[in-house]
């Protein structure tokens, strides 16, 4: 999967925080084992993507490879951008808070991401 993001506009240092806040209780709960916590940390588009032939998304979340730790945190708008030493995460902020929208992310050549999850 490709996934890219559009950037329009600047955040608070507060955004920045809880985006990568979200990031980091997601790779925690995929590191810890705890897919069904992971899970719900997806935006609904992600999660209703994962779904797979696999099963729900705790079958399905490849959570054994969603490691590491936020490095750095962009905002833009509505939309954030966490890289950690593993790969990049890209999340959108809803009523309820950020949710993880791709992860797993690494550049690619023939598009500007592939990711494990999402995209």
């Given at each position: ?52 032939e696999d099963g729900p998304c705790p079958a399905a979340l490849p959570a054994e490879e ?54």
């Amino acid at each position: 999967m490709a996934f890219a993001i559009a950037t329009a506009g600047c955040a608070s240092q507060s955004e920045r925080g809880d985006a990568a806040d979200a990031a980091t209780r997601f790779l925690q709960a995929a590191q810890d084992g705890d897919a069904e916590t992971a899970c719900a940390l997806l935006t609904p588009r992600t999660l209703d993507d994962i779904v797979t032939e696999d099963g729900p998304c705790p079958a399905a979340l490849p959570a054994e490879e969603l490691t590491g730790s936020v490095t750095r945190t962009d905002t833009w708008s509505d939309w954030a951008k966490v890289d950690t030493e593993a790969g990049t995460l890209f999340l959108a902020r809803f009523e309820s808070g950020w949710l993880v929208s791709a992860a797993g992310c690494r550049p690619d050549e023939d598009a500007p991401y592939h990711c494990l999850v999402g995209g």
